[in-house]
C-alpha cells in the first residue's frame, strides 16, 4: 500500500508542473491569437474529454508528460485562410508561445521557493566554535554569529558560504560581516597558518545547518537569489555531464522521479516544496535546451527561419523533430531501466 501511494503522490506533483508547464504556452497562445486544438495533459488514450469553445481538453492514460496541440505546427496552412495558424503567426508571438512554458516552471519555482523561505527557511552559516588565543577570538567573533558577508560578498544561504570558504586557506586576511542578535557588525581577520597542513586559519569552526527563517518581502528578493544557485548547480552538473559525462549514474527517469516525488510528499510539506522546485527549475531549463522535439530546439527553427527570411523547410523540420522524440523515448527508457535496476536492488 505504501509503494501505491508513493506512486500517487509522486504523480501528482508531476501532473500539477505539467500543468503549469503546458498552461504557459496555453495562455500565451491564446494571447497571441492562435488557434489551440487541444489541451492535454499526460499521453496515450483518452481518460477524459471534453470541447469547450473550439478547444479538446483532455486527460489521457499515461500521466507522464502533456502537450498543447496548436493548428498548423508542423504542417503548412494556407496564410490567407487560417491566420490563426502556429506557424503563420509572427516569428516573435511563436517564440514568447515556446519560451511561455519553462518561464512558467521557473515562476512557479519562484512562488514555492517564497513559501518555503517564509514557512520553513533556509541554512545558514553560523560560528559553532571559537578558539582562543586564534585571530577570530582576538578580533571578537562570539559562537552564535550568523554570517552574512564574507570579502564585501553577501552570504544568504550555506551553499554559497561554503563555496566562498574554498577561499579561507590561502587567504591572508579575511573580511566577515556577521549578525549578532540584529546588529551587524563587522571584522577584518589576520588569517594565521597552521603548522601541520601549512593552511591559513582563523580558528573557528562552522554549523552549515542553522536554520533561519526569512521575512515576507525579504523572502521574495532572496528567492531569485536561491534559484540562481540551483541553476548555475544544475548546468555545471549538465556541463560534466556533455563533456566529461560525469554523474550519468545518478540520473533519475519517469519512475525514479516519481519516486523521489511521492517519498519526498510522505515526508513532509517542506520536502514536497523543496523537491517540487527543484523539479520545476530542473523541467524549465531541460525544455530550453536546443534539442529537436523540446521547446529550445522549436525556438532554434524560429532564429533559422528569422536569419533565412524564410521558414526552415516543415517537412525536413517535422523529421528533425521526430528523431529528436524518438531519442528522447529511448533516453527515457534507458533511465526508467535504470530506475526499477535500482529499486530492486
Not at 488557434?35 to 499521453?43: L, Q, T
Not at 569552526?205 to 528578493?221: H, P, Q
Request: hydrophobic share 50%; net charge negative; with cysteine.
Amino acid at each position: 500500500m505504501s509503494t501505491v501511494l508513493t506512486v500517487l503522490l509522486g504523480l501528482l506533483i508531476l501532473t500539477v508542473l505539467v500543468v503549469a508547464h503546458e498552461a504557459g504556452h496555453f495562455f500565451v497562445g491564446r494571447a497571441c491569437g492562435i488557434r489551440i486544438n487541444e489541451f492535454s495533459i499526460g499521453f496515450g488514450p483518452k481518460f477524459f474529454s471534453k470541447i469547450k469553445k473550439g478547444i479538446r481538453y483532455s486527460i489521457r492514460a499515461l500521466p507522464l508528460g502533456g502537450y498543447v496541440q496548436f493548428y498548423g505546427e508542423d504542417e503548412e496552412v494556407d496564410t490567407a485562410y487560417e491566420p490563426r495558424a502556429f506557424n503563420n503567426r509572427p516569428i516573435w508571438q511563436r517564440f514568447l508561445t515556446l519560451l511561455a512554458g519553462p518561464l512558467m516552471n521557473i515562476l512557479f519555482a519562484l512562488l514555492l521557493t517564497v513559501i518555503v523561505l517564509t514557512a520553513f527557511g533556509d541554512y545558514v552559516p553560523t560560528i559553532h566554535s571559537v578558539q582562543e588565543g586564534m585571530p577570530a577570538y582576538e578580533v571578537g567573533l562570539e559562537v552564535g554569529d550568523r554570517i552574512v558577508m564574507v570579502n564585501d560578498a553577501q552570504i544568504d544561504f550555506s551553499m554559497e558560504f561554503e563555496m566562498a570558504a574554498e577561499d579561507f586557506a590561502t587567504a591572508s586576511t579575511i573580511k566577515l560581516g556577521v549578525d549578532r542578535d540584529g546588529e551587524y557588525l563587522e571584522f577584518l581577520i589576520p588569517m594565521q597558518q597552521d603548522e601541520e597542513t601549512g593552511n591559513m586559519v582563523m580558528g573557528i569552526s562552522y554549523d552549515t545547518s542553522t536554520r533561519y527563517k526569512f521575512e515576507f518581502f525579504e523572502a521574495i528578493g532572496l528567492s531569485f537569489k536561491w534559484m540562481y544557485l540551483i541553476i548555475v548547480q544544475m548546468l555545471e552538473f549538465l556541463g560534466g555531464l556533455i563533456f566529461r559525462g560525469e554523474g550519468a549514474a545518478d540520473l533519475s527517469g519517469p519512475v525514479g522521479t516519481i519516486t523521489l516525488m511521492g517519498r519526498a510528499m510522505r515526508s513532509g510539506p517542506e520536502v514536497a516544496l523543496r523537491m517540487a522546485a527543484l523539479l520545476s527549475i530542473n523541467l524549465g531549463i531541460m525544455n530550453v535546451l536546443p534539442f529537436p522535439a523540446l521547446d529550445g530546439g522549436r525556438i532554434v527553427f524560429l532564429g533559422i527561419e528569422k536569419l533565412r527570411g524564410k521558414p526552415f523547410p516543415r517537412e525536413k523540420e517535422g523529421y528533425i523533430n521526430l528523431v529528436g522524440l524518438i531519442v528522447l523515448f529511448i533516453l527515457m527508457g534507458l533511465l526508467t531501466y535504470q530506475d526499477i535496476a535500482r529499486l530492486i536492488t
